[in-house]
């Protein structure tokens, strides 16, 4: 009798212990399965950028190239600095030169792989550049009479492949609608890839985002644009039209704003780094909101829209911060989940149409294939799927902030990296 009792209790002490094993395992599961995945992209963005990278330093590292210099080293009397291009490889076959001199200048020009006498006194844009290999130098004379020639900068026109497609495409997918912004991958992507993209694949990409989104939310797309056509602002969809109205309103304003006077400051990795420590902490505080707000008021809209705006800077996620923001004010979570994405939808038109008004003139000039570029819409919104699926898991269990912590170390990486100059600032 005692040996029966002894193997029950050790039979009652073994069945709390495989069950919390067996719950230990299911509740990390899914992030070293997450882990695995943003390691194998990343894995695929360096494997994809290597060949451009030896392509572009082959060029760079020939001493015997004879546009080396154009002044030689004793007519150097001015500071001439290169800003744009960069010794990268980039997608549009139009490129801003950009440059600066520290002086008054009565004349400036520039030799592009060694054709020279081509007179420019401003900054212009070098037109039709073929596919491949390039250099260029800029000259000029001040008005004291002084010369000077900057340094040789080395670039590159190529092509994006299937290859390089297919982690920006799963990147912009996931990252759309994971509270970890979209714009800052996406910028570190290109960084890691040594890739400069064309305005016609961030546009595209979003619309394979925008796709999915309106496929997901499909019925609810439908029933509010049914009370629109009636012009029924009372039923529960048509009381939604305003309150979209009225969130968009400050996000189209914020992001023109932004687009307008402050996009270029805030593209370094550097920034990036900061920002994503600023919507980190802003993620992490949406776990103290009490859910005790059962219907969207207007002031309520209006507060998510201008969270939806500030999500134009990269680094700060347009779902992470209207969700986070909804939680906080007091609203449901599925009420914050849907309304967040139904949001989104007005927001990704309008900035994508922004952008393709904005980038006129661009589209024309891209060396993308059509194949690639469907490529790259077809992983945005298979991506673009699982993560509106684990973002809903994640809002209903009370788990969504875990992802502040991923991005608190993500920032933190890209501000010493670029610190200590292993990154480019």
Not at 102 to 110: E, L
Not at 279 to 296: F, M, P, Q, V
Not at 298 to 318: C, D, K, N, Y
Not at 325 to 348: D, V
Request: charged residues 10%.
């Amino acid at each position: 009798m005692a040996n029966v009792a002894r193997k029950n209790n050790l039979n009652l002490c073994k069945a709390p212990r495989l069950k919390q094993i067996r719950l230990a395992c299911q509740k990390t599961a899914r992030p070293i399965l997450l882990l695995s995945v943003c390691t194998l992209i990343f894995g695929l963005m360096l494997f994809a950028g290597s060949g451009r990278t030896s392509c572009v330093s082959a060029v760079a590292s020939s001493a015997d190239s004879p546009y080396a210099t154009f002044l030689t080293a004793n007519e150097i009397g001015l500071n001439i600095s290169i800003l744009s291009p960069e010794n990268t490889t980039f997608t549009v076959s139009r490129l801003p030169l950009t440059f600066t001199v520290n002086a008054s200048i009565s004349w400036a020009g520039y030799s592009l792989d060694g054709q020279s006498n081509i007179t420019t006194l401003v900054n212009t844009t070098l037109a039709n550049l073929a596919e491949g290999s390039h250099s260029i130098v800029v000259y000029a004379n001040d008005t004291a009479g002084m010369m000077g020639s900057s340094q040789t900068v080395y670039f590159a026109i190529g092509n994006v492949s299937i290859l390089e497609i297919v982690p920006l495409g799963i990147i912009q997918g996931l990252t759309e609608w994971l509270p970890v912004s979209s714009t800052a991958h996406l910028k570190i992507a290109q960084h890691l890839m040594n890739l400069e993209v064309t305005p016609l694949l961030d546009v595209t990409l979003h619309l394979g985002t925008l796709i999915v989104v309106v496929f997901y939310f499909r019925k609810d797309v439908k029933d509010i644009l049914t009370a629109l056509v009636h012009l029924d602002f009372t039923s529960e969809y048509g009381r939604l039209i305003p309150l979209i109205v009225v969130a968009t309103i400050p996000t189209g304003i914020i992001g023109v704003l932004y687009a307008e006077f402050l996009e270029q400051t805030f593209q370094t990795l550097f920034i990036i780094g900061v920002t994503f420590l600023v919507g980190a902490t802003w993620l992490y505080t949406s776990r103290l909101g009490k859910e005790n707000l059962g219907t969207i008021t207007p002031l309520t809209a209006f507060i998510m829209g201008v969270a939806q705006g500030l999500a134009s800077f990269p680094g700060l996620s347009r779902s992470g911060a209207t969700i986070s923001t909804a939680l906080l004010l007091g609203l449901k979570r599925e009420n914050a989940f849907r309304f967040s994405f139904l949001l989104s939808i007005p927001a990704i038109i309008g900035d994508t149409a922004f952008e393709a008004y904005h980038n006129r003139g661009q589209f024309a000039v891209q060396n993308i294939s059509s194949t690639t570029l469907l490529v790259g819409v077809v992983l945005a919104a298979v991506a673009g799927y699982i993560a509106i699926r684990v973002v809903s898991n994640l809002v209903r269990s009370k788990r969504f902030h875990y992802f502040a912590f991923y991005t608190w170390i993500l920032g933190i990486t890209l501000i010493v990296l670029t610190l200590t100059g292993i990154l480019t600032i």
